[in-house]
Every structure is written in structure tokens, then in C-alpha cells.
């Protein structure tokens, strides 16, 4: 990017740029952060090295995306991903969830490189150059990460019963709250009225929700979508709300939102899994946040 192209942006336009560019470099720094807790648990040790390098990647791809931003504030890289409250990221909730299992781990990578897929595809039409260069470029190592996640899919799929039912269970567990991966970016509108999105977040929702459904039913895995987790709301040290999304029986259930209806997949209802572009997150997301910013609080001044 240069000085010239950003002083040529109104400030409504910078600051529906900056929302968009902001959601998916955090996307991309929680999803990496989660991915690199396997490093030295994995099944394998080929897996190992696999899933730390995806973990790599997308740490890599979210710096790429926090040097736009930095241009657009001129500030510092470090300060945009380390530097800001809890309530001040942007990701979607499914990345911030706890590992748990292979299984879960497994169907949320599937998910969710399909859906990065998806979108930088979208991205390389995008008005702002920078944006739509950086895209041709993370392309190639997003569809390797998905290469993987869909032999990893594939495998489990077609192994032993008891592998094969934790993947359903897990499949079930992620699906319908990956949706909100195409939660609404904030000023939205504004972003696609200058061209920065090419596609809405709800037209690539629909994409992405042909694509994984039927690729999960090719597999010969069954629906058994678990409702998204609704919970108490609850403070975060900056003031911001977080979804607390523990179980609680007094809470009602959702209902699962995701259906087949003549012939197509669609999400009835509310969007499972959003909030997170608000900055509303899970209980969970406290923890990672204090371990992923905590050197930096402490030594905001350090250098590598």
C-alpha cells in the first residue's frame, strides 16, 4: 500500500476497510494460536509438523493482513495484535473454542478452510488492491491446508467406527456454529459499496453452506447438528461483554438452524455462532487472550 492510495480514502471508507481487514487477520491469529496448542500433541509426529507449519501459516497470513491495518493507523503491527482488549477482537467465536479433541480440532480445520478458501477467492476482486493482491497470493498455501483437512475428513470417514463416530460428533459439535465465520463485518454496507467486499458475507454464507453439507453428505457422514451454545453474558476486565457459552440448564436450548429446504442448505433464524464481530466472545476466549497478549503487556517496548 501506499501513502497516495490511503490519503485518496474517505474516513467512513478507511474505517469500513479497516472492520474487514480487522476481522480476518483476527480469524486468522486465533485460529493459528489454536492450531499451534498441538504442537508436540499431535497423533504423530508427521502430523505434528504438519499442524504446527498450517499453525504458521495463518499466524503468517493474519501479520500480513495487521500490516494493512498498521498503514491504515499508522501504527505498529505488534500494537494491532497484541495491543488491544479482550473486547476489542473481532474474530469469529469458532476460533477462539478449546481444542478438545482430534476429532473437533479436525472437523473445525475442514470448516474453516473451506470458508478462508471461499472468501479470498471473493477477495481477489476486491476495489482495494492490497487487499486483492495479498489474496492471490494466500490462496496457495490456504488450499494445501485444505488438501489436508479434507484427506484428514475423508480418512476418518472411511476408518474404523469408533474414529469415524467421534468425526460426526465433532462435525455435528462445529458445523452450525462455523456459520458465524460469515457473520457481518461492522459497516458492512459501506465496505461493499466501495468495492473493498465483492460478495456480502451472507452470499458467501450460502456458498460456503452448499459446499461443506455436501461434501460432508459425498463423505457419507450424517447431520446430527448440535444447537450453538447460548449462555449468561458476562464483563471482561475492559468493560466489553463476553458470551459465557458453558452449559447451564437453565438456559434454554437452541434449535438447530441448519436445514435442508428444496434442494438447498440453508440457516433459518438467527445466525449460529456470531457476536464475535461485535466483539462478544466465549468464556474461553479470557484465557487465550491473557496468553497470547501477556509478553506484550508486560514488555510492549521488546524487540525480536
Known sequence: ????????????????????????????????????????????????????????????????????????????????????????????????????????????????????????ESFR???????????????????????????????LASGPVEGRTQLETAIGDALGESAGLFEPYQLESEALGSGFLPSSSMELLHVWLEEVCSRIEDAGLPFNISPAPIGEVVPTASGALMGDASSDESVPAAKPAIQRKDGLWIIEGPLPGSGGRLGQHSAEFQDLWDDLTRTYREEPQATW
Request: hydrophobic share 40%; aromatic share 8%.
Open 125 to 155: 476482486s476486491s476495489s482495494f488492491k492490497p487487499l486483492a493482491d495479498a489474496s492471490a497470493k494466500l490462496l496457495n498455501e490456504e488450499r494445501y491446508h485444505e488438501m489436508h483437512a479434507d484427506a484428514w475428513l475423508r480418512r
Open 1 to 120: 500500500m501506499n501513502s497516495q492510495s490511503v490519503s485518496e480514502l474517505k474516513e467512513e471508507q478507511r474505517t469500513s476497510l479497516r472492520s474487514v481487514l480487522l476481522g480476518i487477520a483476527d480469524d486468522e491469529l486465533i485460529m493459528g494460536h489454536r492450531h499451534s496448542e498441538w504442537t508436540g500433541w499431535a497423533p504423530h509426529i508427521e502430523e505434528d509438523i504438519a499442524f504446527s507449519s498450517i499453525a504458521q501459516d495463518e499466524i503468517g497470513h493474519a501479520n500480513l493482513y495487521y500490516q494493512l491495518i498498521a498503514e491504515l493507523d499508522q501504527t505498529s503491527v505488534d500494537m494491532i495484535a497484541l495491543g488491544r482488549t479482550a473486547g476489542q477482537y473481532t474474530n469469529a467465536v469458532i476460533c477462539e473454542r478449546p481444542n478438545r479433541d482430534w476429532a473437533f480440532t479436525l472437523a473445525r480445520h475442514f470448516l474453516y478452510e473451506v470458508a478462508e478458501r471461499i472468501r479470498l
